[in-house]
């Protein structure tokens, strides 16, 4: 039996997640939402998963905004939403 999951996150890499925000919200946009030091002070993506994969509650805002994203497609970048 083949059973789906309602996660919107099941089977979606930290990393596919991160680059989804940041095409939409860009390293400023992410850093208004979520205040942690790794999108303000020279952020880069390998500097920002190393981060969020040792620190859950970061993780989880990431993931929260990121279910926003999907839920309402509220982004800074409108015409990458065609």
Known sequence: MDRKSNDPLHGITLKTILNHLLICYGWEGLAKRIHINCF????????????????????????????DYLNNKNCDNPSLLD
Request: net charge positive; proline share 7%.
């Open 40 to 67: 303000h002070t020279d952020p880069s993506i390998n500097s920002s998963l190393k981060f969020l994969r040792k620190t859950p509650w970061a993780r989880t805002e990431v993931e929260t905004l990121y279910r």
